[in-house]
């Protein structure tokens, strides 16, 4: 995910030890040996560049309620890292794993004595609005966070529904309790603001906080019911401060008071969200959480968890990877997050409310890094939530002009490069996925891709994009328009649309443009047909000022996914391209200062910590070479995710850092950026149990499996010898029996023959 410059960090935490923490504190509490949610870490991804969100949330939700920390800068884009110890309150809305900051709305604080409104000064701890705390207080599981404050002596505890925040507060006994209600507060770079809160009554609190950040346009309504009535309130903004009972601010903020009690008062708060309105706030509280039982809202979103997760059951000795892949399933399903209220009121991307007639919408949609293997595994184990994410998508086309890139409450922000919605919608619909409109996603689809707007007229012009006509991202521009541009012609080709067909594959082969045959290198061009002149340099970067997205020429050489075999023919045989595909792997260079921090995770020049790499590695099965696919495989899942805080080599980035590992770890990843086949690799386990669509399962077994038999040897489908070195999406989703042999030598013959290989169709 792009790297945002100009965000500087301001360092508001005292320093804790780190060893030992991936561990703090999870799931302690809670006997549930028989629950999935129990090897889920949420640490993992807070250290390091991850930008994990931890917090408490449900599958897909709306709410993610969490903290914040004060320190702000390129790690704490989710709100949170592990190296702070300071908390400025609890928002309910989050980001994770992007590159950008956004989100971290509506953020209350407990506390007692006197605060200023504001975080106060540098370190200045008696007036500023925020707490430390200790690591060792934390408490984080799936749909649950706890936590003490510690200038305060307060107990925070968090659950949340799909559009509610459950908060309970313990504060300590003889003092008043108070809660700060912030809707100044946000993540990331912000620029006009305004919130507005209105005491209603005594137990009744609402308002909206509107802003403009990496989503331009983004407005949220809340409303507050508390379990104890509010005993005063004072409503500021920075400067001025009024005593009644509604302000509308830039900075706003609402001091509560509450009776002071002998006893250790226990405060609870629930926090409705909107993207519409206060009412349909209130409506969405009254119809998710009417009641007031916290452990039984805990346990309804531990529960949801574990259903989730029950999608993929894992058997295996190895309790460490059994950690990692849970915890990187339970990350692949934090978006795309849900944007509508309960009575199908929705924003939509006109920035008008609409209505929806069925379904769900949803927003959060980090298209160019999840279309990769984020959407791939959810065509195998969330088919039904599909549909859905279409309409959502092909609504956004209506209300905007096109498909979105990379949406975010209900604004397109055009981040990232390409028409990765193209890609996604094309997925679903040759993957035979119903329930949406298949000629509207067509018209979107052709709509997008002749658009004027990112390089797409040069585009279309020359047939690539020349590095004169864009000034930056030329090459990584051209191909992922190719990448797109190839989904569509496989729609066109199976609608019988041979004039499209044609037009739009002829358009995929972008890449062949910039293939410089005497370097062996994708290199930028001009207009003119000549490559950038001067000395080229494979291993430079320079962010946002070079031709590539976040890498270099070692990296994007090896972006066509779509056509790996027409990519083989620009190296004049096999031998030589398999050749330069293993010095990805080993050569070693200077990336220069200007580097893209994304650039991570190496092998080599292999940056498996950003995404246009993802599908590298099983380019070794189209070259009759898979046992070099499973070392990598397997190097991959053992050395650059671990179950540390900084287990992840590069941002999550909304799920996709996570769902590679999930795909290898079963034994397979789709490189075809639309509609499969899925390509073996390594499977990691011994038994996965996959849960796919009306019932059906899929079991994947892979015999004699080890650290060391990390080859495959032979295959069988349902019993009978299957010979290839890749799956039909098909074949996965009827389910049945996938049987690997595992061995300790690659053998001589599985995926050899050229009859056994995948094949790029065209």
Not at 219 to 236: D, N
Not at 258 to 264: M, R
Not at 478 to 501: P, T
Request: charged fraction near 20%; charge should be negative; glycine fraction near 10%.
């Amino acid at each position: 995910m792009i790297v945002m410059k100009g965000f500087v960090k301001k360092l508001f935490f005292c320093s804790v030890p780190l060893l030992g923490l991936a561990s703090c504190g999870v799931g302690t509490d809670v006997q549930q040996s028989a629950s999935l949610t129990q090897y889920v870490d949420p640490y993992i991804g807070t250290g390091g560049h991850g930008h994990v969100f931890v917090g408490a949330n449900v599958p897909y939700g709306a709410v993610q309620l969490g903290p914040s920390n004060i320190s702000t800068g390129w790690d704490w884009v989710s709100g949170y890292h592990i190296s702070d110890s300071t908390i400025m309150g609890f928002a309910h809305q989050h980001l994770s794993g992007t590159g950008i900051g956004d989100l971290g709305d509506i953020v209350f604080l407990p506390y007692t004595g006197d605060v200023r409104f504001d975080r106060g000064e540098h370190g200045d701890e008696e007036t500023g609005a925020y707490s430390l705390f200790k690591r060792a207080s934390e408490k984080v599981r799936p749909g649950y966070y706890s936590v003490h404050l510690d200038r305060f002596n307060v107990d925070a505890e968090l659950t949340a529904t799909t559009r509610v925040g459950f908060h309970k507060y313990a504060f300590p006994k003889g003092e008043v309790p108070k809660i700060l209600i912030n809707l100044d507060a946000g993540i990331g770079w912000e620029g006009e603001k305004e919130g507005h809160l209105v005491v209603e009554n005594d137990t009744v609190v609402s308002g909206y906080r509107y802003s403009q950040g990496w989503a331009k346009n983004q407005k949220i309504y809340f409303t507050a019911t508390f379990s104890q009535p509010v005993a005063g309130h004072v409503l500021a903004d920075s400067t001025a401060v009024q005593q009644g009972d509604s302000i509308s601010a830039r900075r706003t903020y609402g001091a509560l008071t509450f009776a002071k009690k002998d006893d250790n008062p226990v405060i609870f708060v629930k926090v409705a969200v909107s993207p519409v309105s206060i009412a349909n706030a209130k409506q969405n509280m009254a119809e998710e959480l009417p009641g007031w039982d916290f452990e039984a809202t805990k346990q309804a979103a531990d529960q949801a968890w574990n259903k989730a997760l029950e999608k993929v059951q894992v058997e295996t000795k190895d309790s460490v990877s059994k950690k990692i892949f849970y915890t990187a399933l339970y990350h692949t399903m934090f978006a795309p997050s849900t944007f509508n209220d309960v009575n199908g009121d929705y924003m939509g991307s006109d920035f008008k409310p609409h209505k929806l007639t069925s379904g769900a919408n949803y927003t959060t949609f980090s298209l160019w890094d999840t279309y990769r293997a984020a959407h791939p595994l959810m065509s195998i184990i969330h088919r039904d939530r599909l549909p859905d994410m279409v309409n959502t998508m092909l609504r956004i086309y209506q209300e905007q002009g096109k498909l979105p890139v990379w949406h975010l409450v209900g604004n397109e922000t055009d981040c990232m490069v390409g028409n990765p919605g193209i890609i996604v919608v094309a997925d679903a619909y040759l993957k035979g996925i119903d329930g949406f409109d298949k000629d509207l996603a067509y018209e979107a689809m052709k709509v997008s891709a002749m658009k004027d707007d990112r390089g797409l007229d040069s585009y279309k012009k020359y047939g690539y994009v020349p590095y004169d006509k864009e000034k930056v991202e030329s090459v990584a521009k051209g191909l992922e328009f190719a990448i797109a541009d190839w989904s569509l012609a496989q729609v066109a080709k199976l609608r019988g649309e041979k004039e499209d067909y044609t037009y739009f594959i002829n358009r995929s082969q972008a890449f062949k443009h910039y293939f410089d045959k005497d370097l062996q290198f994708l290199r930028g061009k001009d207009a003119n047909g000549k490559f950038r002149p001067g000395k080229f340099d494979p291993f430079h970067s320079a962010h946002l000022a070079n031709d590539y997205t976040e890498g270099n020429a070692w990296q994007y050489t090896w972006l066509v996914p779509q056509n790996v075999n027409g990519f083989m023919e620009l190296f004049g045989s096999e031998e030589q391209f398999i050749t330069k595909l293993d010095s990805l792997f080993v050569v070693e260079g200077n990336l220069g200062e200007e580097a893209s921090p994304d650039i991570s995770g190496l092998i080599g020049q292999y940056a498996h910590g950003n995404e246009p790499s993802h599908h590298v590695i099983y380019m070794y099965n189209y070259a009759g070479q898979p046992w070099k696919a499973a070392d990598r495989v397997r190097q991959t899942l053992q050395t650059l995710y671990t179950d540390q805080v900084d287990g992840l080599s590069g941002n999550e980035d909304v799920g996709q850092m996570s769902a590679w590992y999930v795909m290898s770890a079963l034994g397979f990843y789709q490189v075809s950026p639309a509609g499969g086949p899925f390509i073996f690799g390594s499977p990691l386990f011994d038994k996965v149990t996959l849960a796919l669509d009306k019932g059906v399962s899929l079991e994947i077994v892979a015999h004699n499996n080890s650290q060391d038999n990390k080859y495959i040897q032979a295959v069988r489908l349902n019993g009978k010898t299957y010979d290839k070195s890749y799956i039909s999406y098909e074949d996965v989703i009827k389910g049945g029996k996938l049987e690997f042999d595992m061995g300790a030598k690659p053998s001589a013959t599985f995926g050899v023959a050229k009859e056994t290989r995948p094949t790029s169709v065209q």
